[in-house]
């Protein structure tokens, strides 16, 4: 069984930066594509990126292409999301999550077998 825990949301300005750690652990973590998804106030929740198990495909929606970049630091068990430029759009809670058997260069999952409580970004002035 997987565990997840997000961190790094917090309040930023619009244009600012943050960056969002995900900690995975679990036997088979290095197995499973790792996804972002963002639920934005009293919006459904959607993936946004991934990054395959080897760490050497990424994926990303159109609205964050440019802006936000998905790694992997798989001796730490940890996956970021590095989030620039930020706008007031992209406020919302950011989930975790890990997906079996997925080919993240195929598309974002719209599911995921495990998922973290999520971490909240906030962009505002």
């Known amino acids: 069984q997987l565990r997840i825990v997000e961190s790094g949301g917090g309040l930023v300005q619009p244009g600012g930066s943050l960056r969002l750690s995900c900690e995975i652990s679990?036997?088979?973590?290095?197995?499973?594509?790792i996804a972002w998804f963002h639920q934005a106030p009293g919006k459904e929740r959607q993936g946004i990126a991934c990054?395959?198990?080897?760490?050497?495909?990424?994926n990303y929606v159109e609205s964050v292409k440019d802006r936000f970049a998905i790694s992997k630091d798989g001796a730490k068990g940890t996956v970021f999301l590095r989030m620039n430029s930020l706008k007031p759009a992209d406020t919302g809670v950011y989930y975790c999550?890990?997906?079996?058997?997925?080919?993240?260069?195929?598309?974002?999952?719209?599911?995921?077998?495990?998922w973290g409580e999520g971490t909240q970004v906030t962009v505002s002035l």
């Open positions: 990054i395959n198990n080897f760490g050497d495909h990424m």
């Open positions: 679990g036997d088979t973590w290095q197995f499973y594509t």
């Open positions: 999550a890990a997906r079996n058997l997925w080919i993240c260069s195929n598309g974002i999952p719209i599911d995921g077998d495990a």
